[in-house]
């Protein structure tokens, strides 16, 4: 494997020739190295990808894994991806040829995330180091799947941790206004409100345009997301195909929302977005109100589960409920929520009981 040193530059490249994924031979060269072996190890790793073979290292496994994902997701689960695996994987296994990943070690490390506090004194959340064990299997799987990986060693030692949080946060109507009565900038008095009385996501809230309302007819056109990634504005389309979607608003919220948009007259950001925060802003005036109205904490997105628990507590059915949060099954709703319900259980037993002393 041979490299050469740069005529006139004080740095390494490589040249060599290989097969790609159609069978045809092709050449590569690669500058810009800064001594021969760092160019000896960038044609060792590549030409240990184009072959396949599962003796590579995690971290290049790791990586073609990564580049498969680059197309395949959106860019905010891709960068979610890339940081678990950065920070909570690639310092254990990197070096490690994939082959030679034992179960045994899976544990270990897994064991070392159960150890894991922070500065001051807590442990990973059951469902975040749910996530990271998650992005070790599937890299793994992709390994089996393309490279001839003959097992997925965190599969044969077990997951952690568990996929959703033990509870959801929510708030009352009582707690609700008692917070609204604190916020005092319109925009986030806007926002909070339209994320309490409609249950959309923050990222639906954010990629609000005022042409996405339709305040004659009292409606909201949920048609994408935004997000900031890695310091860039990004609108993606909405989280499921069901999350394009109309949701109906009370007359008062339509009240509230066209004066808001009104407020914003001759301002370029009315027609780009209406609320023209970062969701860390939203965060932030979210915890400025609840420390000044006393209230429990909850977070950002706990105002769509308190929405959820009002509709939940009126009476309406899980199927509306699923249509009006863009939920793309109905279980989603009844898993996420199913502890809302008891009391309607007890009801419903009170009612059969009723019919049946009338009728027997």
Not at 30 to 44: C, H, I, L, P, V
Not at 78 to 100: D, G, H, M, R, W
Not at 114 to 126: F, I, N, Q, V
Not at 293 to 321: Q, T
Request: charged fraction near 25%; glycine fraction near 6%; aromatic fraction near 12%.
């Amino acid at each position: 494997m041979p490299v050469y040193k740069c005529k006139n530059r004080d740095s390494w490249y490589c040249s060599f020739y290989y097969t790609d994924w159609t069978g045809r031979r092709k050449r590569k060269k690669k500058e810009g190295f800064s001594s021969k072996k760092e160019a000896r190890d960038y044609e060792t790793t590549f030409l240990m990808q184009q072959e396949g073979r599962c003796d590579m290292t995690f971290r290049t496994l790791a990586g073609l894994y990564l580049d498969d994902c680059r197309s395949r997701c959106k860019p905010t689960s891709f960068y979610a991806k890339s940081y678990l695996i950065e920070t909570k994987i690639l310092p254990y296994f990197q070096t490690i040829p994939v082959n030679e990943i034992k179960a045994s070690a899976v544990r270990f490390w897994q064991n070392e995330l159960l150890a894991h506090r922070d500065e001051k004194g807590r442990p990973y959340s059951g469902a975040y180091m749910k996530s990271i064990h998650v992005q070790l299997s599937a890299i793994f799987n992709y390994g089996m799947r393309y490279y001839d990986l003959p097992s997925n060693p965190a599969a044969l030692c077990g997951s952690i941790g568990q996929k959703k949080a033990a509870a959801i946060g929510f708030w009352t109507i009582d707690e609700f206004r008692r917070f609204l009565s604190c916020v005092k900038e319109r925009l986030f008095r806007a926002a909070f409100q339209l994320l309490f009385w409609t249950g959309i996501r923050s990222g639906e809230l954010l990629a609000l345009a005022e042409e996405h309302f339709d305040f004659e007819r009292g409606l909201v056109h949920i048609t994408r997301n935004y997000c900031r990634v890695r310091g860039q504005d990004v609108f993606l389309t909405p989280k499921t195909a069901k999350s394009v979607r109309t949701v109906t608003l009370p007359p008062f919220l339509c009240g509230e929302i066209r004066d808001y948009a009104a407020s914003l007259a001759g301002q370029a950001q009315a027609s780009e977005r209406l609320f023209a925060v970062s969701r860390y802003q939203l965060t932030k005036a979210l915890k400025v109100g609840i420390a000044a109205a006393g209230v429990k904490e909850i977070r950002l997105h706990d105002l769509r589960h308190s929405h959820a628990s009002l509709l939940i507590e009126l009476g309406y059915s899980p199927l509306l409920i699923a249509e009006r949060l863009g939920h793309e099954k109905i279980e989603t709703t009844l898993q996420t929520y199913s502890h809302l319900y008891p009391d309607k259980q007890s009801d419903l037993v009170r009612h059969l009981e009723d019919i049946h002393n009338r009728t027997f």
